[in-house]
């Protein structure tokens, strides 16, 4: 659609009303600026996605794997390689979420040359989580490629793995978000890391079964959005699904619905005066 | 809309920061195709007033429109069609020159098929062709701040919002900005420019308003505000410390309008003075004059 000048501007409730919340081509301007980042960083990005899950295969899946040999009927190289997807995508999201928010908005000003734009708050958080979350998802699948040389098996339902990594990445991303929003300091991400994401990341059944924890900590676990994640992720990979597997998908569609507005609530809150 | 409508009106515009008032209640009508300064002391509400007119502030009291529509509800329709060149540096670093312009032509919604065109002028306004592909973090001050002012005209906006166009930079750079805002204002778009440097001002705006805590204390053409707050001539008395105070003493007796200018005393509306008056230099009243007596405030 080429915009000829000699036609008049449009009225001007069209023109408001072509403005929709949550309009693509914001969200596709947004986005476009990570694509352009991307293109830059995917060697560093993919070289640790691959690093990463291949040391815990290295260290938990044979070091411990000697010790352990299956855990129920999966063997423990299985066991890990299947897990760590969380992580890998608990990492690639959260992360991104908070340091990438802080940066662009208190360092770099680049938010509110945004805002300054025809692009709201919604908007800008959206996008920015999507495409991160789009990231997440993708290299989520890392941990099973690296798993394959390590004796997993590929299976078809792997595929999924990228939708669920999608949607838990979507949701530690926008956590990440909150935090920056709510964060005084850069360095208050310290607290959340080491309070928060590290605990979550050991006790979701990445490499031991929660269901040999105490009771009180178990009940703990299940509040785990990343616990959800490993379990579907484990059954989808491992070809044993079960109906609990839709509850946990529903845990974290909602993990990442409510995470994703407190974001932009925080966000919107902060960014404008 | 009809043509008489003003591009920007601010009825009774008030923003509070908790116990602060930056901006306290505020009214201000900006006529379609003029340059308008808002010319005032740093902490008069410049930028403040600046943000609320993308929303990215919103006032605590009072109505604002933009272009015809109402903000904050409307304001992204409002932002579709101006373009705002902040005080500071906000140019994403770690892009190049052309990188930005094309995230920024979506941002805008340049359709598709003219982003490339579009592209390519903004880079004709920078005067960056040759550094396209530089990252910005390479570029020189003066070459940012230029591509700041394309990164706003990338969607050939009606209305431009300079905020300090030209703070910090050289007057090579200073020069160079000033004739692309003249080139603009004979294209017809409608400038709103907070400045607080006189010459900028006083060479740019068809209107300048002058902004001191939070409201605008005086309006006009600057020849205006010039004859009514500074006459037509000043004369300035230099000499040592203890002369200028007699010399001042003189003139508060006399209630002679004055103010004390760097190693010199000024009497404003010197026209109108009686014989009496101590020997001096005369010249013209400038912007500078009339800001001082408006403001109290010397400026920089």
Redesign the interface.
């Known amino acids: 659609?080429?915009?000829d000048t000699a036609v008049p501007a449009p009225r001007?409730r069209d023109?408001?009303r072509r403005?929709s919340r949550l309009d693509p081509?914001?969200l596709?301007?947004?986005m476009?600026?990570d694509v352009?980042?991307f293109r830059?960083y995917w060697k560093a990005t993919t070289f640790s996605s691959i690093v990463q899950p291949t040391i815990y295969l290295v260290a938990f899946g044979v070091g411990f794997g000697s010790l352990v040999s299956h855990v129920g009927h999966v063997r423990y190289v299985q066991y890990v390689a299947t897990g760590v997807v969380a992580t890998a995508v608990l990492f690639s999201s959260a992360f991104p979420g908070m340091f990438n928010t802080f940066i662009r908005w208190q360092y770099?000003?680049?938010y509110?040359?945004?805002?300054?734009?025809?692009?709201?708050v919604e908007e800008l958080v959206t996008a920015e989580i999507l495409w991160v979350s789009i990231r997440a998802g993708v290299y989520g699948l890392a941990p099973l490629v690296v798993g394959f040389f390590f004796g997993l098996r590929p299976h078809p339902g792997m595929l999924l793995v990228v939708l669920i990594g999608f949607v838990t990445g979507f949701g530690f991303c926008a956590f990440g978000v909150l935090i920056a929003a709510i964060a005084k300091t850069i360095d208050n991400f310290n607290y959340v890391t080491s309070a928060v994401l590290t605990p979550m990341f050991l006790v979701a059944g990445t490499f031991f079964p929660i269901s040999t924890l105490p009771h009180g900590l178990r009940t703990i676990a299940q509040f785990n959005p990343l616990y959800h994640c490993v379990a579907v992720v484990r059954d989808v990979s491992l070809n044993t699904i079960v109906t609990a597997d839709l509850l946990h998908v529903a845990v974290l569609v909602l993990w990442a619905l409510l995470m994703w507005r407190l974001a932009i609530w925080r966000l919107q809150g902060r960014?404008?005066? | 809309?009809p043509a008489a409508a003003p591009a920007i009106q601010l009825e009774g515009v008030t923003?509070r920061?908790g116990e602060i008032v930056a901006v306290d209640g505020l009214d201000l009508a900006v006529p379609p195709g003029v340059c308008f300064g808002l010319l005032g002391p740093n902490g008069a509400g410049k930028s403040?007033t600046m943000?609320m007119l993308?929303?990215?502030?919103?006032a605590t009291e009072g109505s604002i429109q933009v272009l015809?529509?109402e903000l904050p509800g409307?304001s992204?329709?409002a932002?579709?069609e101006m373009g705002?060149v902040?005080q500071?540096?906000?140019?994403?670093?770690?892009?190049t020159c052309r990188?930005i312009l094309?995230?920024?032509a979506?941002?805008?919604?340049v359709?598709r098929?003219?982003r490339q065109e579009a592209v390519e002028r903004a880079l004709d306004i920078a005067n960056l062709r040759g550094r396209a592909d530089t990252i910005v973090r390479e570029l020189s001050g003066g070459m940012r701040r230029r591509l700041l002012v394309a990164?706003g005209l990338i969607h050939r906006p009606r209305l431009v919002l300079l905020d300090e166009p030209t703070v910090g930079l050289d007057p090579q750079v200073r020069q160079e900005l000033w004739s692309l805002i003249d080139s603009l204002r004979s294209e017809g778009v409608t400038l709103l420019m907070s400045t607080h440097y006189i010459e900028e001002a006083e060479r740019l705006s068809d209107t300048v308003a002058v902004m001191s805590g939070g409201r605008i204390i005086a309006q006009g053409t600057p020849a205006e505000l010039v004859g009514t707050h500074a006459g037509r001539e000043v004369l300035e008395i230099y000499g040592p410390p203890d002369r200028l105070t007699a010399v001042e003493s003189q003139a508060i007796a006399r209630g002679w309008r004055h103010r004390r200018s760097g190693p010199a005393l000024a009497l404003l509306g010197a026209e109108g003075l009686d014989g009496e008056a101590p020997q001096g230099v005369r010249r013209p009243a400038n912007l500078e004059d009339a800001f001082v007596a408006l403001t109290g405030q010397e400026i920089e």
Do not use: H, W
């Not at chain 1, 509110?112 to 709201?120: E, H, S």
């Open positions: 659609m080429s915009a001007r023109r408001v403005l081509a914001a596709a301007g947004v476009m600026r352009v980042l830059r770099q000003r680049t509110d040359a945004i805002l300054a734009a025809p692009v709201d960014l404008i005066d | 809309m923003k920061f403040t943000r993308t929303a990215q502030a919103l015809g529509y409307e992204k329709a932002r579709m705002v902040p500071q540096d906000n140019l994403d670093v770690e892009l990188q094309g995230v920024f979506r941002l805008y919604r359709p098929a003219e990164r």
